[in-house]
């Protein structure tokens, strides 16, 4: 039976159970303990916590209420320790888990110790229940909506899949967008909405695939979202920012536009499938800027994308490949830019500084955000992306892909993003062009219903253990190679 012999059997119920720690190591030195649980019997751990506690001879106990498991902490109560550890990993117990084994490691320079504690319930009844309580507290709160108005789009461009779409290209009718948008509003509504005094997560992005301007109902639609108490987003190729499309998104009183220029040269431009010239498309952003000024409407932020592909995995005509192509299309903007008249009301923010180690190199990548802003004026940035390659959907030519089953998402986005296509339906993710994942509909079922389903939890949990249960993943995270 293994070291099972020596587990201590603990009754989980409503009072927070006192658990004494294994003996600190020979010496008096710092010592780490390592806290793991794993379903009653099984080796591997859906959840890990680590402390570091200070020199010490004082035994110490681990402070455990049983909800507090889905809520990324334990307690500590040590003299020589901070009271919480760090959590390195946490999914939620299997379905059928009917006790937990709760392993407590500690180990210094000089020694190591161990205790086992075997967690059971009084009831059939009172397991099932707290599980369930347990998996509904532990269930992550979206961050991140995308919601998909048209799969149409005008152009072709040879870093997106949009042009090899087998779903049908069709527009999501208002109907269907009011009831999306007033069930996501009802979502927002019951969670916890701020991070401090900030609002956080209104926002919602007209897109996943398509160009929304195609839309013949886009007002329509952004009322919809507003009316929902959502603020809606706009992501366009600029491609049909006409004087009538420009007057649209200031009628319907967007707070964000993307614009997504991506190529900085003619040639670039005209392998997008763009029918005029790259001078025309500049002066459209130039027209809508312009508006944003005569207007005074500067709660309208606006990013100016270019995809970066200089050592990254996309290709494409006329994207940024250098420092002085940045360098340069940062200097065409700014230029542009002055062109523009102040209005008599003039916008309420700081003048946007660059920070100097963007001066070195504008191409440079900071954390895990694939995006890099170059502040223009106020609430206007040029946003340098990482390419994206839809998940390494379009390989560029010369290059093989090498799928992997091992991984965790670099988003976190089966924790936090929810894309809905043009059809109701949803992904994890909003780079599921094809919409393959296909969670569930928005049209027929709530969010929670769609985000907490046994199969999302199975994904989350394979996640978090590092194993990729979708095909998409395994295409995204794999690794391209020359081909042979
Ligand atoms: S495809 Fe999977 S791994 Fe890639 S970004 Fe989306 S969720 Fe993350």
Not at 33 to 53: H, K, M, R
Not at 341 to 353: A, L, N, T, Y
Not at 398 to 420: E, K, N, Y
Request: hydrophobic share 35%; aromatic share 8%; proline share 7%.
């Amino acid at each position: 039976m293994g070291p099972y012999k020596s587990f201590q059997s603990k009754t989980l119920g409503n009072k927070v159970l006192s658990l004494t720690l294994p003996p600190a190591p020979h010496y008096s030195v710092a010592s780490r303990l390592v806290a793991s649980l794993s379903p009653g019997g099984f080796y591997q751990p859906f959840a890990v916590w680590e402390f570091q506690i200070a020199p010490s001879q004082t035994p110490g106990q681990l402070l455990v209420y049983p909800m507090s498991f889905g809520q990324r902490f334990l307690v500590l109560d040590h003299w020589d320790s901070m009271p919480v550890g760090h959590v390195h990993q946490l999914a939620l117990p299997p379905a059928g888990t009917r006790a937990l084994d709760l392993k407590l490691h500690r180990s210094g320079a000089a020694g190591y110790s161990s205790a086992f504690y075997r967690l059971q319930w009084t009831s059939e009844h009172e397991r099932k229940q707290k599980l369930d309580q347990w998996r509904r507290h532990a269930v992550p709160p979206i961050d991140w909506f995308y919601v998909e108005l048209t799969s149409q789009c005008n152009l072709s461009c040879s870093f997106c899949p949009s042009k090899h779409l087998k779903r049908p290209r069709t527009f999501m009718s208002v109907d269907d967008a009011q009831t999306i948008f007033s069930k996501i509003s009802q979502y927002l509504r019951r969670r916890d909405a701020s991070w401090g005094y900030t609002l956080i997560n209104q926002m919602v992005f007209l897109h996943v695939m398509g160009e929304p301007l195609l839309h013949p109902h886009l007002v329509e639609c952004v009322k919809a979202a507003q009316d929902a108490g959502l603020k809606p987003a706009l992501f366009t190729n600029a491609t049909l920012l006409t004087k009538a499309n420009i007057q649209k998104i200031f009628t319907a009183d967007l707070s964000h536009v993307t614009i997504s220029l991506n190529v900085i040269d003619q040639g670039g431009y005209k392998a997008l499938g763009a029918k005029d010239d790259l001078s025309k498309q500049h002066q459209r952003v130039v027209h809508l800027l312009r508006e944003r000024a005569r207007r005074g409407a500067y709660h309208l932020h606006v990013d100016i994308q270019y995809i970066v592909s200089d050592g990254r995995t996309v290709s494409g005509t006329g994207l940024v490949n250098s420092r002085q192509e940045a360098w340069s299309c940062y200097r065409n903007w700014i230029g542009l830019i002055q062109q523009i008249e102040p209005s008599e009301i003039q916008p309420v923010g700081h003048q946007p500084v660059v920070q100097l180690d963007l001066l070195a190199n504008p191409l440079t990548q900071d954390g895990g955000d694939p995006s890099l802003r170059l502040p223009l004026a106020v609430g206007i940035d040029l946003v340098m992306k990482g390419g994206c390659s839809f998940g390494n959907s379009v390989v560029p030519p010369g290059m093989q892909l090498v799928t992997t089953h091992w991984g965790r998402c670099p988003f976190d986005s089966p924790q936090r993003q929810m894309a809905i296509f043009v059809d109701g339906s949803v992904s994890f993710c909003n780079l599921d062009y094809e919409n393959s994942v296909k969670l569930g509909s928005l049209l027929e079922q709530s969010v929670e219903e769609v985000w907490d389903s046994p199969r999302m939890q199975q994904i989350r949990r394979d996640m978090a253990s590092g194993i990729l249960t979708e095909p998409l993943c395994r295409q995204c995270l794999g690794t391209l190679k020359p081909s042979t």
